[in-house]
């Protein structure tokens, strides 16, 4: 079996700039992949070579097994994206617009569909709405429409819920949850996090053009060890505890432990020293922490060197 | 086929969406030359013995018209879609480059003969040119507004901004057709214009279009339809090239 998105070795350079310095990524047919990264990582630049919107200076993309340079019909009739800017044609209605995003990938009568896909993202009652007199949220959702159209087995989505709101944002994830279980592979590129860690079956995370993390999402959870402790004290903290800080306001701390056993030392601690606890929770780490120790370690050796 | 058959269609619906601007106007402008010129002239020029100045003008302002409209189509289509960023959809599509091509030429071949059809039926109200063969008419109507959209395809891959287009439309676009013997025969120039418009394509086109009205031109249509097939496959080479390596729409 084909993986569904074949990433080898692949470089693209804007001028000076190495915006995709070697990057390796399998993903396999049917995953709810994660592709994560700060801004300017190059997650849009990989999705622009997979779709066929920018040209590879070096190394091979395909999609489930269609190079896509050299078969590019067959890769991108396999492809739906979403891309991250909001872009629409002015001169269509949504219904239009999903037509003709139809005839484009060979689609004759596909009228049944669309309306499916329109009521799942709740443009139904749009449909014969001029693009131009949707809201930006609308909008968006026309974006994931037109992407979908097609039924394509791969779908890239490139922060499809930007300026979404909560409700659709649920139901969306609820349609393309239904999709994945179908058999259609997802990637997802988002800035929430909380997003990616409950979708994502596997992620990787970029920076500077590089795949700096690739594991399952639950992989990475269990990496960072410990968990992290918000206490409320009627006093000032012992100043044995004060490296263990890490967010700080009148009397609110937020506190990382190695471990649960050191749950019980700080708490002796805090006895000895007669603080009063006024409030206490424990919070399991998230992918935030992984993201931003992924992201920070990595500073750190690019610093060292 | 179907992918490059929507392209197609999505081109003519975008133009019927805006006919006023699209189709009409250019009629009304068109009508003005008409207005004015053979106001001007009709008492003091008589190009073709026994054919009236107004009679004359028809078919060069008809020409102008198909061509002018046939490049503004797909150069300004495609720069809109640049610009606004909804050319994506069709650089994501399964779509090849001789497709895409082939869709926005045929487009502007349609909107230039819708144009030039509308200024020749409204001009009749003012004089009635003959039809000698209107099957050089239709050759070159269409070899033209072929040539035009392929030059407007170019165009539109090429500039960036709205400005460079007009630079383009204004400082080749324009000359070419107004030094191309719309007005006038270029028989009437001095020797060295003369020769100079013998380098212009715009002037076969014009001179070729002509002779199926009157059946007299300046130079022999078969002479013209060679000059002009000629630049259509040059464009035509060039414009695939470029769609070809991505220059400016595939970073
Ligand atoms: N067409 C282009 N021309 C020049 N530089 C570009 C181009 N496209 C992207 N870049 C540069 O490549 C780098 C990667 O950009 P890219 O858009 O892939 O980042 P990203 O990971 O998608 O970021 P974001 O989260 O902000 O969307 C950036 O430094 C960007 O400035
Ligand atoms: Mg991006």
């Known amino acids: ?305 | 086929m179907l992918s490059f058959y929507t392209l197609f269609h999505k081109e003519t619906l975008r133009v019927k969406k805006v006919a006023f601007q699209t189709l009409l106007s250019p009629i009304l402008t068109a009508l003005l030359y008409l207005l004015i010129f053979s106001h001007v002239l009709e008492r003091h020029v008589e190009v073709y013995p026994g054919v009236r100045y107004t009679a004359f003008l028809i078919p060069g302002l008809v020409m102008m018209s198909v061509l002018q409209n046939a490049f503004a189509n797909s150069s300004s289509s495609l720069i809109q879609s640049k610009i606004t960023g909804n050319l994506v959809f069709v650089l994501m599509a399964p779509i090849s480059y001789v497709e895409f091509f082939a869709a926005y030429v045929l487009a502007s071949v349609v909107r230039g003969l819708v144009v030039g059809t509308g200024v020749y039926l409204a001009a009749l109200w003012f004089a009635q040119p003959p039809l000698q063969s209107p099957l050089w008419i239709v050759l070159f109507a269409v070899m033209g507004s072929a040539m035009l959209g392929a030059m407007g395809v170019v165009a539109g891959i090429w500039a960036e901004k709205f400005d460079q287009l007009a630079g383009f439309q204004n400082f080749i676009i324009m000359p070419l057709t107004f030094l191309s013997g719309v007005f006038y025969s270029i028989h009437s120039l001095p020797d060295f214009w003369q020769g100079l418009s013998r380098f212009n394509p715009f002037f076969y086109m014009i001179d070729g279009f002509r002779y199926g009205f009157f059946g007299v031109s300046d130079i022999s249509p078969w002479i013209s339809l060679a000059v002009v097939g000629g630049c259509m496959l040059l464009l035509t080479g060039f414009a695939l090239a470029l769609l070809r390596s991505g220059y400016k729409l595939r970073s």
Not at chain 1, 153 to 171: F, K, M, N, S, W
Not at chain 1, 228 to 235: D, K, M, S
Not at chain 1, 241 to 253: S, T, W
């Open chain 1, 1 to 305: 079996m084909f993986p569904a998105v074949d990433a080898r070795q692949v470089h693209k350079h804007y001028g000076s700039l190495h915006a995709l310095d070697g990057v390796d990524l399998r993903v396999e047919q049917g995953e709810f992949f994660g592709l994560l990264g700060p801004n300017g990582a190059g997650k849009t630049t990989l999705i622009n070579l997979l779709a066929g919107l920018a040209l590879p200076d070096n190394g091979r993309l395909s999609v489930m097994g269609c190079d896509v340079v050299k078969q590019y019909r067959d890769s991108r009739r396999l492809l739906g994206v979403v891309p991250q800017e909001l872009v629409f044609d002015p001169f269509f209605t949504v219904r239009e617009t999903l037509r003709l995003q139809s005839g484009y990938f060979g689609l004759r009568r596909n009228d049944a569909w669309i309306d499916e896909v329109m009521h799942h993202l709740d443009l139904a009652d749009k449909a014969d709405t001029n693009m131009r007199k949707l809201s930006g949220g609308m909008k968006r959702r026309v974006l994931v429409a037109q992407a979908l159209v097609h039924k394509p087995p791969v779908i890239v989505l490139d922060e499809p819920t930007a300026g979404v709101d909560v409700e659709l944002r649920q139901t969306m994830w609820r349609f393309i949850q239904q999709l994945n279980r179908e058999g259609q592979t997802v990637l997802l590129t988002t800035h929430y996090l909380e997003e990616a860690e409950a979708l994502c079956g596997r992620i990787a995370m970029l920076k500077h053009g590089q795949v700096v993390a690739l594991d399952s999402t639950k992989n990475l959870l269990n990496s960072v060890t410990g968990c992290r402790l918000r206490l409320r004290l009627a006093g000032a903290l012992p100043a044995t505890l004060m490296p263990q800080v890490i967010e700080q306001k009148d009397g609110n701390y937020l506190l990382a432990l190695p471990s649960y056993q050191a749950l019980e030392l700080l708490l002796a601690e805090l006895r000895t020293a007669g603080v009063a606890v006024q409030e206490m929770s424990l919070q399991q780490p998230d992918l935030e922490d992984v993201f931003l120790r992924v992201m920070k370690v990595e500073h750190e050796e690019a610093q060292s060197c």
